[in-house]
């Protein structure tokens, strides 16, 4: 399986559920990969309180997402499993054992089969937090029925934007059967408990300057190692963290960082940390992003340079929600995203030079009050998407009116 299958629990996909059925009444949401599945841990934590009599069960597929999900403290209604492929006995295993009362499908993760067996069933089925740009409605045009038939079985679908919904309606979805709602992410999520690895970081960091930059692409590397460069003239005891927009790149990010320093150190074990001489730490884990952007005075946002091989900036969200400050480049192009910067509260960047002032800058803490204050303001506001999206699920849910 090449490492990319649980080694017990690879079987739930073919149908075999492994976790004790509670006799509870059983909400299904399912998402697809790590990204899809972090955005809906705050969602999840608020939906088990309104259904605390309920179980929420949480499917996904990539052996990355169930990792993530190992450290977040999730309400105990709330179960993991992987999801069912999409093949007649193994759905019809999966749905004779959970019975659930309603199917939430996250973003476009739609199976043909899957959607019909729950209809099927005369289980109402929600699409939530989708969103479709030119690229993916490009791509699912060219399946024709086979996107289009099943996408047409939702009850309802709440989206991301105007845009989202505008393309759906081109594959003959009923306008009255959507909601624009917005990206769940802008809400921010349920970070990992790292509380005892935290303590000991603040330990050994406790005379350092913490700067974190995350999802790098490979592109923006040097950039980033090169600012570091400049500001640590200004700043001697900054440490730079390195998260890599994918764990199976941080042997080249190694090699790039050992030219700018001679102490660097991989994270690649929960309790691998660093020596007080740590200058660069290279983070080979997934789902930590919390962790360090509580520790990080300033953070990064990559996949966000003007380098042409990059298309759209990372969540910036996270990091708000953490009280850091927030440097990105200028392709922050997903939904909200843009948000903000057009409100002063992250600071666009375009290289090297730019990237080393702002950390400069925000190096000194008065400089850094009223943008933190202004994050949390942004993320308590954002709050209300969540909000907004249970009460629809809530009423839907009590009614149970369909057509």
Same mark, same amino acid.
Not at 66 to 82: D, R, V
Not at 163 to 186: C, Q, R, Y
């Given at each position: 399986?090449?490492?990319?299958?649980?080694?017990?629990?690879?079987?739930?996909?073919? %149908?075999?559920?492994?976790?004790?059925?509670?006799?509870?009444?059983?909400?299904?949401?399912?998402?697809?990969?790590?990204?899809?599945?972090?955005?809906?841990?705050?969602?999840?934590?608020?939906?088990?309180?309104?259904?605390?009599?309920?179980?929420?069960?949480?499917? #996904?597929?990539?052996?990355?997402?169930?990792?993530? +999900?190992?450290?977040?403290?999730?309400?105990?209604?709330?179960?993991?499993?992987?999801?069912?492929?999409?093949?007649?006995?193994?759905?019809? #295993?999966? +749905?004779?054992?959970?019975?659930?009362?309603?199917?939430?499908?996250?973003?476009?993760?739609?199976?043909?089969?899957?959607?019909?067996?729950?209809?099927?069933?005369?289980?109402?089925?929600?699409?939530?937090?989708?969103?479709?740009?030119?690229?993916?409605?490009?791509?699912?045009?060219?399946?024709?029925?086979?996107?289009?038939?099943?996408?047409?079985?939702?009850?309802?679908?709440? +989206?991301?934007?105007?845009?989202?919904?505008?393309?759906?309606?081109?594959?003959?979805?009923?306008?009255?059967?959507?909601?624009?709602?917005?990206?769940?992410?802008?809400? %921010?999520?349920?970070?990992?408990?790292?509380?005892?690895?935290?303590?000991?970081?603040?330990?050994?960091?406790?005379?350092?300057?913490?700067?974190?930059?995350?999802?790098?692409?490979?592109?923006?590397?040097?950039?980033?190692?090169?600012?570091?460069?400049?500001?640590?003239?200004?700043?001697?005891?900054?440490?730079?963290?390195?998260?890599?927009?994918?764990?199976?790149?941080?042997?080249?990010?190694?090699?790039?960082?050992?030219?700018?320093?001679?102490?660097?150190?991989?994270?690649?074990?929960?309790?691998?940390?660093?020596?007080?001489?740590?200058?660069?730490?290279?983070?080979?884990?997934?789902?930590?992003?919390?962790?360090?952007?509580? +520790?990080?005075?300033?953070?990064?946002?990559?996949?966000?340079?003007?380098?042409?091989?990059?298309?759209?900036?990372?969540?910036?969200?996270?990091?708000?929600?953490?009280?850091?400050?927030?440097?990105?480049?200028?392709?922050?192009?997903?939904?909200?995203?843009?948000?903000?910067?057009?409100?002063?509260?992250?600071?666009?960047?375009?290289?090297?030079?730019?990237?080393?002032?702002?950390?400069?800058?925000?190096?000194?803490?008065?400089?850094?009050?009223?943008?933190?204050?202004?994050?949390?303001?942004?993320?308590?506001?954002?709050?209300?998407?969540?909000?907004?999206?249970?009460?629809?699920? #809530?009423?839907?849910?009590?009614?149970?009116?369909?057509?």
């Amino acid at each position: 399986m090449k490492g990319k299958e649980h080694k017990e629990r690879y079987k739930e996909k073919l %149908g075999y559920c492994q976790n004790n059925r509670p006799e509870k009444d059983v909400i299904w949401i399912n998402a697809l990969g790590l990204g899809e599945t972090l955005s809906l841990t705050l969602f999840l934590k608020e939906l088990s309180k309104v259904f605390s009599d309920h179980i929420i069960l949480l499917t #996904s597929s990539t052996l990355q997402s169930k990792l993530a +999900l190992e450290h977040i403290p999730l309400p105990k209604n709330i179960i993991h499993q992987f999801a069912p492929v999409d093949n007649y006995y193994v759905l019809g #295993s999966f +749905l004779d054992y959970w019975k659930p009362k309603m199917a939430l499908f996250s973003e476009l993760d739609i199976w043909p089969l899957r959607t019909s067996k729950v209809k099927e069933r005369k289980i109402p089925l929600l699409l939530i937090n989708t969103r479709m740009d030119e690229k993916k409605k490009a791509s699912r045009k060219r399946l024709g029925k086979l996107f289009s038939a099943p996408l047409k079985q939702f009850d309802h679908i709440f +989206l991301q934007d105007q845009l989202s919904k505008s393309h759906l309606m081109e594959f003959g979805v009923d306008e009255g059967k959507t909601t624009v709602n917005g990206p769940l992410k802008l809400a %921010g999520t349920m970070f990992p408990d790292t509380r005892d690895v935290e303590k000991k970081l603040n330990i050994l960091f406790k005379d350092k300057l913490i700067w974190a930059a995350a999802s790098l692409h490979d592109s923006e590397e040097n950039e980033i190692l090169e600012a570091y460069k400049i500001a640590k003239q200004h700043i001697p005891n900054l440490v730079l963290i390195i998260i890599p927009r994918a764990i199976e790149l941080s042997e080249n990010t190694m090699k790039r960082a050992l030219r700018y320093s001679k102490c660097v150190v991989k994270r690649s074990d929960y309790y691998d940390l660093p020596k007080k001489e740590t200058e660069i730490l290279v983070v080979n884990r997934i789902g930590e992003l919390g962790l360090w952007y509580k +520790l990080a005075f300033i953070s990064f946002i990559g996949n966000s340079l003007n380098f042409k091989e990059i298309k759209t900036g990372k969540n910036p969200f996270e990091a708000l929600q953490a009280s850091s400050i927030v440097i990105h480049g200028p392709k922050m192009n997903e939904p909200g995203y843009e948000k903000p910067a057009s409100l002063g509260i992250s600071d666009i960047v375009e290289n090297k030079n730019d990237i080393s002032r702002a950390v400069v800058k925000y190096s000194i803490a008065d400089r850094r009050k009223e943008k933190i204050k202004r994050g949390q303001e942004l993320i308590q506001g954002n709050k209300a998407i969540t909000q907004n999206l249970i009460a629809y699920i #809530s009423e839907i849910y009590k009614t149970r009116v369909f057509k």
